[in-house]
């Protein structure tokens, strides 16, 4: 990136909080058993490709409201405090047989937790495959975590054990035991999750890429908490009373320290109260994901999650146009779970919490079975339902206002518009399952998503609001997915009947929804609300993978970093669906020249894209 000089006198003062970022952390302390400590040194000629300003400025490293462009001060920080490899096993072999001094190096942790790819189930040998804990920051009352992938093979990686011997970094001849981390990757990282936090999920976001090889880099992220179910319940596989104990109490900490939990850390009902807070949490997680389309490996290790509910790991992260539910992720040995799985995968994450929390209270560990019907538990299913609907709700247009007073005082009407929706959104094409790039699938026939835009639409443009059943089908049939075949096109009357009976249900939802404005106001909040939240042009799995290539080709091309990042920075403004975020955007300079170029050949990149998985 171009960078700009700033005056040597504030220099240290305005990137003093990036010196805390020296692989110390409180989780050292709390959880001794917990990580593998590595030493580290500075990559040489690393260039940094991407730097999150935002998240930057919300983590105190950078000053507020200040340009979004790098100076050499701030590049000579970013580059010191994360353009570092670990010195593995193999090279501590290497290193020592050339009598080389590694305890004068600075010590990283890679942290264990579970993970279905290793044969031993207890996470004894998994974890932190490439990856290190940079330690934590400090702002305005709020801890940040900072870890860095792509930085080498640590022997948790299941390449290694797998080998049953030390590898060097860049091995390809086991899997997931390279130790680095493709650039494509980290960009398409960066994107999906300031996306998808600016639209209010829980999620790690990239602060800073750091290109460290040809085709490979550095990511380094953050999120107040980066704390897996898969690092706690790792101790309970193991039945290690005092580590579970402790390392419950630490998320306990960290959470109230954050301001997500209110619990009393020194009560004595405060597993009782972390297990609500969870269960609450992974409800409303669950719910997003199946609504929003979003794929996330969830398992009951819960290794591809954050313990408060959030997205952690992009690697098969996807975000569908239509409902894709029977995509599965080609895993090598295994098939991944399913959009319709995630609600129960998610439930048994909570349902392991509850198996450790009893532990934890008397000493003894029960069979994970034994708390099936666990209040908790029982409570998630409830919870998720109910959150799923409010979430339908708001995708039609309706405000959170709306869909809590709808869920409140007309809950009959809800379901039924939301098992009529239902059945067009589920209707899969005459098609098998087949394999697809990455898996197997068999698409959708409609997208819903059209249909919620076009409704409102169509009916405040013809004026018909008495009356609300359209006299044609254009609607139904543009609403068709790209995977539809003239088979799948046919409109038989049946489904015109199935139609209808959903334009009452919905006519009705707007009656009840509409309070003291007129139907017509509320039609027109409606449309202007449905037609953000379900733009036709909303990225998914294979469209970040589009716009990523495009993205690596400007680099490649040697354009100016500078540009890419407020193209970048642009689009995904662009893709921030929710109107309430849309108001919080921060004002900024239209695009001109070559950074406009980018971005209009970004947003060209999804148009093939929109029913993709």
Known sequence: MRTQAVPSRTQDALYKNFESLDGSHPYRAKVPEGYILYPVEKIEGARILYFNFELAEEMGLVPTNGDHKLNRMLEKKILDTFALKIVNEFEQEKKRAQKIDLSVLPKYMATRYLQLQHQSKTGKTSGDGRSIWNGCVKNKDKIWDVSSRGTGVTRLAPGAVEAGKPLPTGCEKFGYGCGLAELDELVGSALMSEIFHRQGIKTERMLAIIQSGKETGIGVRAAPNLLRPAHIL???????????????????????????????????????????CIENDFARFAARLDVDYIFLWLDWDGDNVLANGGIIDYGSVRQFGVRHDQYRFDDGPRYSTNLNEQKCKAQQIVQAFAQAVDFVKTGKKKPLATFKSHPHVLNFSEDFKYFRLERILYRLGFDLRQCRYLLSRHLKAAKDFVKRFQYFERKKTHKRIEKVADGLNRPAVFNMRTLFRLLPEVYFEIAEIDNLILKDNNVLTDSFSDFAN????????????????????????????QGRRTLNRTLRDVCSRSRIINDENRITGNGVESVVQKIIDFFKKGMDPSNIQAAIEEFIRSQVLAPEAQKLNRPHDPLRGPSKRVFTSLVEALKTCKDDI
């Open 234 to 276: 790792m101790y309970l596989k193991q039945n290690n009373l005092g580590a579970l104990t402790r390392s419950l109490d630490y998320l306990i900490e960290r959470q109230v320290q954050n301001g997500e939990w209110h619990i009393n850390t020194k009560g004595k009902h405060k597993y009782e109260l972390m297990l609500k």
């Open 486 to 513: 003239t088979r799948d096109r046919k409109v038989s009357r049946p489904l015109l009947i199935r139609l209808a009976e959903m334009q009452i249900s919905y006519k009705n939802l707007l009656s009840l929804a």
